[in-house]
């Protein structure tokens, strides 16, 4: 399952998470981790598009909690990727920095005393990886998507 921040524009008028640029770079991710999007979960943290397509405030990210709880235990996934700090941030309920939290295996437990316990790997956003394209950051994130990999198989 990949978590990540909110619909745009495109994600509105289609209701399909993850259709325009970053969703072509996640596609490729996904691709490239040898899956099929048909094989994977994608939902957001906000449900709706923010105004202007701002960072989903923490208020913001709280209120839609409850329906992403819900679609994470419902899908039961084996793992969790979040891609961005919203997500990563919101699953881990940690306020710490992407560069501290990416790359390392942590785990969401869902709300009450039977919350399920999900592997999580959070990375880096691809809107955040097409702003910034360097073979640094695409190393990174490739690393963080075989630690996932191999935890699949
Ligand atoms: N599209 C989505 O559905 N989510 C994002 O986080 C970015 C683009």
Redesign the pocket.
């Known amino acids: 399952m990949f978590i990540?921040?909110?619909?745009?524009a495109d994600?509105d008028r289609t209701g399909v998470?993850?259709v325009?640029r970053?969703?072509q770079l996640l596609n490729k991710m996904i691709a490239a981790m040898g899956l099929s999007r048909e094989s994977v979960y994608i939902a957001?943290v906000l449900k709706t598009r923010p105004p202007n397509n701002a960072t989903p405030t923490v208020e913001e990210a709280q209120l839609c909690a409850p329906y992403l709880h819900e679609q994470i235990a419902i899908v039961a996934p084996e793992v969790i990727v979040t891609?961005?700090l919203p997500a990563t941030r919101l699953i881990l309920q940690s306020t710490d920095s992407m560069g501290r939290l990416r790359g390392r295996w942590a785990e969401y437990v869902g709300p009450g005393a039977a919350g399920i316990r999900v592997p999580v790997m959070p990375t880096y956003?691809p809107?955040y990886l097409l702003r910034s394209y360097t073979p640094e950051n695409r190393k990174k994130v490739w690393s963080d998507l075989q630690q996932v990999m191999a935890r699949l198989v």
């Open positions: 990540g921040e909110a619909p745009g994600e998470p993850f325009g970053a969703g957001n891609v961005g956003h809107a």
